[in-house]
């Protein structure tokens, strides 16, 4: 259940700008990943407010538009395919997290991470497992981030729509998976992600 009480806390605590940080995109075999940052106003009651995987399309778009309206702060940022190919999607994700807390508009003191990792933060900062469904300064960062990926995903299939992103959006399911196999990779995709297309060919 989201609850306050994590950002009320750390607010006795003496914190006065605690954000929210997660991502959405780490396990698709295309495009980059999403990172949001958010800092609400401790007690912000934002109708239907949950876990960005628990809600449709529309209402994410809803809920988008009314975190952005009322949020203190918020930042998105994307981690690029070449910084995935170049390094990894776990290093390219944290790196795009905290460049997202980095650039919100009012300094955050405090990071509420979703997951397990805090490798790098700067600021003073706790992971939360499963925080996007605990924390609605968590949650209001998965949607931000999740709506984000989701509309690049509609701008890569229409530039490549011979794989069908639209429908997936970048995860590997069988139709992507042929899709890949008949006409090949381009340069959106994560090159560690389709390491099955060259064991298929070993074969």
């Known amino acids: 259940m989201l609850t306050y009480e994590l950002e009320a806390a750390l607010e006795n605590e003496g914190y006065t700008a605690v954000c929210g940080v997660d991502e959405a995109g780490r396990g698709p ?34 809920l988008y538009d009314e975190i952005c309206e009322k949020a203190i702060a918020y930042c998105v940022v994307l981690g690029s395919v070449e910084e995935i190919n170049e390094t990894d999607i776990l290093s390219t994700t944290l790196h795009a997290m905290r460049r997202a807390i980095d650039g919100l508009s009012v300094k955050a003191d405090f990071a509420l991470i979703d997951g ?34 989701d ?9 490549y729509p ?4 639209a429908k997936h959006k970048g995860y590997g399911t069988k139709a992507h998976m042929d899709a890949l196999r008949e006409h090949g990779p381009c340069e959106i995709y994560r090159t560690k992600f389709i390491r099955f297309l060259n064991d298929e060919e070993g074969k």
């Open 29 to 62: 075999l295309c495009g980059p990943v999403a990172a949001a940052a958010c800092i609400l106003p401790t007690g912000l009651v934002i109708e239907g407010l949950n876990d960005s995987k628990k809600l449709s399309e529309k209402k994410r778009e809803a």
């Open 116 to 149: 397990n990792q805090t490798r790098g933060f700067t600021i003073p900062c706790r992971p939360v497992i499963h925080g996007d469904a605990i924390s609605p300064s968590i949650a209001a960062a998965s949607i931000l981030a999740k709506v984000t990926r």
């Open 151 to 159: 509309r690049i995903c509609m701008e890569l299939d229409a530039a």
């Open 162 to 165: 011979q794989y069908g992103i």
